[in-house]
């Protein structure tokens, strides 16, 4: 069985930072496309950052360049998200997704920023 399962949100300042985990089990994901999305309150979910497959170079939402950055460690099947000046905006659940097409979703992790 396949699970993806988030950690490191919670509450930080505007300006503050924090840095998400995803650890993957059941299955090795490091041929496969690994990222994040976020879904906002009343807003549709959208693509933050990601990589296409493992030796890809990432990819990341114009509204996060600069200040956020993905890893991910295929020996640990696990990615990260270091997100730097954050800001009101990047308040959402971050959702961790994996395999061809994202198939595979976690449960998502709270992150808001506060003003």
């Known amino acids: 069985q396949v699970q993806l399962v988030e950690s490191g949100g919670g509450l930080v300042q505007a300006g503050g930072s924090l840095r998400l985990s995803c650890a993957a089990s059941?299955?090795?994901?490091?041929?496969?496309?690994m990222g994040w999305f976020r879904q906002a309150p009343g807003k549709e979910r959208e693509f933050v950052a990601g990589?296409?497959?493992?030796?890809?170079?990432?990819n990341y939402a114009d509204s996060v360049k600069g200040r956020f950055t993905i890893s991910r460690d295929n020996a640990a099947n696990t990615i990260y998200l270091q997100m730097n000046s954050l800001k009101p905006e990047d308040t959402a659940v971050y959702y961790c997704?994996?395999?061809?097409?994202?198939?595979?979703w976690g449960q998502g992790t709270q992150v808001t920023v506060s003003s």
């Open positions: 997704a994996a395999g061809a097409s994202y198939a595979y």
């Open positions: 059941g299955r090795t994901f490091s041929s496969y496309a």
């Open positions: 990589f296409r497959w493992s030796g890809s170079n990432p």
